[in-house]
């Protein structure tokens, strides 16, 4: 019975290791940061949306929402490295990710989907003619 209850301890305590260490990708890290209007480029400003960052697996999910931007401004999103600072970004290491145009009230959603580009720490840039948005610095993905 000894050998029975030694087997059967293993057994569990292997599988519970197996279920600790298991992580679905329904449970990968998120992370939202405000959006603010950031028209002086010292990042103050007012909150105009948020962005949303959410790794699964090898690739990662990008969602920003403007609530409160300039009515009929079309704006490139860009994903910029960081120091870890106010857009102290790396200039050898941004990439555009699209486009978002806001409606006539200055509402406008964006979403992608890839492979990380850069890794380490992120903030986004989402700039038009009239609007400069900036995200906040993001824990590498």
């Given at each position: 019975?000894?050998?029975?209850?030694?087997?059967l301890?293993?057994?569990?305590?292997v599988?519970?290791?197996?279920?600790?260490?298991f992580?679905p990708?329904?449970?990968?890290?998120?992370?939202?940061?405000?959006?603010?209007d950031?028209s002086?480029?010292?990042?103050?400003g007012?909150?105009?949306?948020?962005?949303?960052?959410?790794k699964?697996?090898?690739?990662?999910i990008v969602?920003v929402?403007?609530?409160?931007?300039?009515?009929?401004?079309?704006?490139g999103?860009?994903?910029?490295?960081?120091?870890?600072?106010?857009r102290d970004?790396?200039?050898?290491c941004?990439?555009?990710?699209g486009?978002t145009?806001?409606?006539?009230?200055g509402?406008?959603k964006?979403?992608?989907?890839?492979?990380?580009?850069?890794?380490?720490?992120?903030?986004?840039?989402?700039?038009g003619t009239?609007?400069?948005?900036?995200?906040?610095?993001?824990?590498?993905p």
């Amino acid at each position: 019975m000894k050998i029975r209850k030694g087997v059967l301890f293993s057994f569990l305590l292997v599988a519970g290791l197996s279920f600790v260490g298991f992580s679905p990708q329904s449970y990968a890290a998120k992370q939202k940061k405000n959006l603010i209007d950031d028209s002086s480029l010292d990042c103050s400003g007012s909150t105009v949306g948020k962005v949303i960052v959410v790794k699964k697996g090898s690739d990662v999910i990008v969602k920003v929402k403007i609530t409160n931007g300039i009515p009929n401004e079309a704006c490139g999103v860009f994903w910029v490295c960081s120091n870890g600072g106010c857009r102290d970004g790396n200039g050898n290491c941004s990439l555009r990710l699209g486009e978002t145009t806001m409606n006539g009230s200055g509402k406008g959603k964006f979403k992608w989907k890839g492979s990380i580009p850069f890794e380490g720490r992120v903030y986004f840039d989402i700039s038009g003619t009239a609007g400069v948005y900036y995200s906040g610095v993001f824990d590498a993905p």
